[in-house]
């Protein structure tokens, strides 16, 4: 599986746009880029999965450029409930398990 | 959406002793669920992929014979951790894909182990 590479920690403040970058150089064609939130002390929860260009839900927005390397998380007017570790996953559409979790990004969202 | 879930939610026990986790999937059946550890300000790590009617799959590094599981019915997972040592203290998380094909993952609240 792919490695995937994020910045461990990110700030910023209530509604704010804030946008989560992942480096995944060697992802392979049949890989698809996958974003989890997780809160302390509670599992992950899925937020969004692309292959390229973008993609939408009602949560946020996630960017594939053309070629793959990278991905962002784009979280619209964040509120402090945002604050979580996020992180970045890369594997077959399809995989839901044997998920191999990198080291995440920590969101602090200040008032 | 799908749930699983975990108990208990945190247990304290006496190291030695054995500890029992279960992981439920409360509205779907899952032939497969997954175990992972997460140690405090670190990321989940895999331990271990357990199949309904078969032996558990480990990844190495892993002790198949300190942390027992077995998956005996299509919704229920079991995560036993035998004479449990202050080391074994831990966040421990399952999951379980609804489907196949599914595109993501479903995990439960996770347990917190603290021995000592």
């Known amino acids: 599986l792919a490695k995937t590479t994020q910045p461990i920690s990110m700030d910023s403040y209530e509604g704010q746009e804030v946008n989560i970058t992942c480096s995944h150089n060697?992802?392979?064609?049949?890989?698809?880029i996958t974003w989890y939130q997780q809160f302390p002390s509670q599992g992950p929860r899925f937020i969004i999965q692309?292959?390229?260009t973008k993609v939408t839900n009602e949560v946020a927005s996630l960017f594939i450029p053309a070629d793959r390397k990278s991905s962002t998380l784009s979280l619209p007017r964040v509120s402090l409930s945002d604050t979580a570790v996020y992180y970045c996953?890369?594997?077959?559409?399809?995989?839901?398990?044997?998920?191999?979790f990198g080291q995440g990004t920590t969101l602090q969202v200040k008032p | 959406g799908a749930v699983v879930s975990q108990h208990p939610s945190r247990v304290i026990c006496k190291s030695g002793t054995s500890v029992k986790i279960e992981c439920r999937s409360l509205d779907f059946q899952a032939t497969t669920m997954f175990w992972y550890r997460q140690f405090p300000k670190q990321s989940l790590m895999l331990m271990a992929t357990s199949n309904e009617g078969s032996k558990a799959t480990y990844e190495q590094g892993v002790e198949k014979d300190k942390f027992l599981i077995n998956h005996a019915s299509l919704t229920l997972s079991t995560l036993t951790v035998t004479s449990a040592h202050p080391e074994d203290s831990s966040f421990y998380i399952c999951?379980?894909?609804?489907?196949?094909?599914?595109?993501?993952?479903?995990f439960g609240q996770g347990t917190r182990l603290t021995v000592v």
């Open positions: 060697n992802i392979a064609t049949n890989d698809y």
């Open positions: 996953l890369v594997g077959p559409s399809g995989n839901t398990g044997k998920l191999i």
């Open positions: 999951s379980a894909g609804r489907s196949v094909g599914d595109t993501e993952a479903f």
């Open positions: 692309g292959y390229k």
